[in-house]
């Protein structure tokens, strides 16, 4: 700036936004699960620093902490603050329609109602604030934005008269270390955006002092000081903008002339620098008029320029720049989330990812079930299985392929825990190569010991789930778990298959009071008046193998799997009473479905593909239950090892405990005495 061209009006240096990665990924979750179709203004932050290296623009640095989180890679020391509104329009067609000149006038008007008021001359950094507008596409991971940094138009009169000065050809080393000391020891980033340096106080050492005290510094020598962002040799940073509007304000018929230091400074040699800091002498012009205003707001300018250094909004992409297993993540949280946008506001989400799920049964409901849960964004499944996969499996069940067939045969447990963690690798699936123990099939004495582990085993991977999926191929395999989970009181879910029909139906579980009959649901061995026995004997090939239409076992899965999701939504949880029960119920279909978000939840679905129809009968505990009564859980909390070993070498062991064995015997004698009325009638 040669002395010919002076007086010339003030040029500054606009801010450049700068968004760390840590931004982009905090706004993303915000807007899906926080924001979602709001599209505010929220409050922000962003902060700047006088301290930026040589060449940079002036940034306005926004991280994870813009968002309020504490920390922050970019908050340092010598940061100052900026507030701002986050505008997020939902679709870029709103963007553009966006008004951006009245949102413009609306931030300044906010700066400006600080300047009138004198909040800003206590508080400086009220003079410095932010415009975000930015659409969001959660399924591209790119993102278009364009930042505002209001600033006021100054009079035509506000000019430099001097070309502009370094600090060091001014001052010497010895005063540049006061100024820094005083400058570090202010005690807040809002006191650092402005203040005054008074070079020679009363005392002779220098002194920073607040803006509130510039009248009383009238007619001695001070410096209108700002930590500055700006780089520039030769021009401010755009906070001084703001700041000399307050100024001409409040004190432009005391202030014409001003000695402007625009502070800045860098660490050299383990050194705090501030030389390189400017200074500038600038004409005021008395007092302020407004420019392009109304209401006595001056006009606001300070949108941000694109990379074609035209007025106009960025865009960013980071698809390429994310993990892909992140990506994944991301991808499918967005579909959950996205239900909570309208359709069901009220969704819990979080307790579904945090159940922890046991798989007994890895085969086509198994595989049906464990991918659903993936869907619902459950992070934890354990598949209980003893089998390998073979080459009838892969067609029907969906986590095998014909790699796993080779060579004998994968076991299932862990090609389906592979299979799960590929389709979703925030899921923490496991597989456990486990024989479960059936009623009625008796254990060698040489084989007890093994027969016990398995038990023990059983027991400990129920005690760590939260929903247990009984997704075996025989009645008997279901007693064991449906008597463990009842006793660890464990949410229950069941599903079976026929050829054209299916069965899912949830455990009924007891509270911590203890048992109650006439409120707990029953379980799938309450409308049984016989015990569980040996039904693989004497099998031919289409009764070994599960013949049942294709379509059937991926109906049921998916139906067990939303029937324990519309449970979980209950604060009842597992005791959530049955949709139209009037005992352990409301009987009210309308109340329960608004009380959860996915409507009323049933005891049983049991589904009829032949007729395409569905059934959903509720059934209360049954106090004979082979599986769930009080008797048999005494008997198995009381003997433990000892009675489940008993049950399978004698599986009517439970029709004499239960006294299902007299209820038979009862019915017996009925037979025949009506067999005796009839034939005396005859007679």
């Given at each position: 700036m040669s002395s010919a061209a002076l007086p010339t009006p003030l040029q500054f240096v606009p801010f450049s936004s700068a968004m760390d990665g840590t931004f982009w990924s905090e706004l993303s979750r915000r807007k899906l699960v926080q924001y979602r179709l709001s599209e505010g203004p929220f409050e922000i932050s962003a902060t700047y620093s006088c301290g930026s290296a040589a060449g940079l623009p002036a940034l306005a640095n926004l991280d994870i902490a813009s968002f309020g989180h504490t920390g922050g890679l970019l908050r340092t020391p010598d940061s100052c603050p900026l507030q701002g509104l986050l505008y997020l329009p939902n679709s870029m067609a709103d963007m553009k329609k966006m008004d951006k000149a009245e949102v413009m006038r609306a931030s300044g008007e906010r700066v400006w109602q600080a300047v009138r008021d004198g909040r800003a001359v206590k508080d400086p950094s009220l003079l410095?604030?932010?415009?975000?507008?930015?659409?969001?596409?959660?399924?591209?991971?790119?993102?278009?934005?364009?930042?505002?940094?209001?600033?006021?138009?100054?009079?035509?009169?506000?000019?430099?008269?001097?070309?502009?000065?370094?600090?060091?050809?001014?001052f010497d080393d010895e005063w540049l270390t006061q100024l820094n000391a005083a400058y570090a020891a202010i005690d807040t980033p809002e006191k650092r955006a402005a203040f005054l340096v008074v070079p020679e106080s009363s005392s002779g050492d220098l002194e920073i002092r607040p803006l509130e005290e510039l009248p009383a510094l009238i007619g001695s020598r001070f410096f209108l000081a700002f930590s500055d962002p700006s780089t520039s040799t030769t021009h401010p940073g755009w906070p001084l903008r703001n700041l000399l509007a307050l100024v001409v304000h409040h004190w432009g018929r005391l202030v014409s002339e001003c000695d402007v230091l625009c502070y800045r400074h860098e660490a050299r040699h383990g050194r705090v620098q501030s030389g390189h800091s400017l200074v500038l002498s600038v004409h005021l012009g008395g007092n302020f008029v407004v420019a392009d205003g109304k209401d006595g707001v001056p006009g606001f300018v300070g949108w941000e320029r694109n990379a074609a250094g035209q007025l106009g909004p960025r865009s960013v992409d980071l698809s390429a720049s994310l993990d892909p297993a992140r990506l994944m993540e991301n991808a499918l949280e967005l579909n959950l989330q996205l239900m909570r946008w309208r359709l069901a506001p009220t969704l819990d989400l979080e307790t579904v990812a945090s159940t922890r799920c046991l798989l007994l049964g890895a085969g086509t409901l198994g595989c049906s079930v464990a991918r659903c849960l993936v869907s619902w964004g459950v992070r934890t499944v354990t598949f209980v299985d003893n089998s390998v996969v073979s080459y009838s499996n892969p067609a029907r069940q969906s986590l095998y392929t014909e790699r796993d067939c080779r060579d004998g045969g994968r076991l299932k447990c862990d090609a389906?825990?592979?299979?799960?963690?590929?389709?979703?690798?925030?899921?923490?699936?496991?597989?456990?190569?486990?024989?479960v123990p059936m009623?009625?099939?008796?254990?060698?004495?040489?084989?007890?010991?093994?027969?016990?582990a398995d038990v023990e085993k059983l027991e400990a991977l129920i005690a760590e789930h939260d929903?247990?999926?009984?997704?075996?191929?025989?009645?008997?395999?279901?007693?064991?778990?449906?008597?463990?989970?009842?006793?660890?009181?464990?949410?229950?879910?069941?599903?079976?298959?026929?050829?054209?029909?299916?069965?899912?139906?949830?455990?009924?579980?007891?509270?911590?009071?203890?048992?109650?009959?006439?409120?707990?649901?029953?379980?799938?061995?309450?409308?049984?008046?016989?015990?569980?026995?040996?039904?693989?004997?004497?099998?031919?090939?289409?009764?070994?193998?599960?013949?049942?239409?294709?379509?059937?076992?991926?109906?049921?899965?998916?139906?067990?799997?939303?029937?324990?999701?519309?449970?979980?939504?209950?604060?009842?949880?597992?005791?959530?009473?049955?949709?139209?029960?009037?005992?352990?119920?409301?009987?009210?279909?309308?109340?329960?479905?608004?009380?959860?978000?996915?409507?009323?939840v049933p005891h049983q679905i049991r589904g009829f593909l032949a007729r395409h129809m569905y059934m959903i009968p509720a059934c209360m505990a049954f106090p004979m239950c082979t599986a769930c009564s009080q008797p048999v859980l005494e008997e198995y909390t009381s003997r433990g090892w000892?009675?489940?070993?008993?049950?399978?070498?004698?599986?009517?062991?439970?029709?004499?405990?239960?006294?299902?064995?007299?209820?038979?015997?009862?019915?017996d004698l009925d037979q025949v005495w009506a067999l005796s009325d009839s034939e005396e009638s005859n007679s």
């Open positions: 410095n604030r932010f415009l975000a507008l930015i659409y969001v596409d959660l399924k591209k991971y790119t993102f278009c934005y364009w930042y505002g940094f209001p600033a006021a138009r100054l009079p035509e009169e506000v000019t430099v008269t001097q070309p502009p000065r370094r600090l060091d050809d001014i389906a825990a592979d299979a799960l963690r590929a389709v979703s690798p925030a899921v923490t699936a496991r597989g456990e190569n486990l024989t009623a009625g099939h008796s254990v060698p004495d040489r084989l007890e010991i093994h027969v016990r929903a247990i999926f009984l997704l075996l191929d025989t009645r008997e395999a279901r007693w064991l778990p449906t008597l463990i989970a009842a006793a660890q009181r464990k949410i229950v879910i069941n599903a079976a298959l026929g050829f054209d029909t299916f069965l899912v139906m949830r455990h009924g579980v007891v509270g911590e009071s203890g048992p109650d009959d006439s409120e707990k649901l029953g379980c799938y061995f309450c409308n049984d008046v016989v015990g569980p026995a040996d039904s693989t004997r004497d099998r031919t090939l289409d009764q070994q193998c599960t013949v049942t239409r294709p379509g059937v076992g991926m109906m049921a899965g998916a139906l067990a799997v939303e029937l324990l999701v519309g449970l979980l939504q209950s604060p009842l949880k597992g005791r959530c009473p049955a949709f139209g029960t009037t005992r352990g119920g409301t009987g009210d279909n309308e109340t329960e479905a608004s009380e959860n978000p996915l409507g009323p000892e009675f489940v070993l008993q049950v399978l070498n004698d599986a009517a062991y439970l029709e004499r405990l239960t006294g299902l064995s007299r209820l038979h015997e009862e019915t």
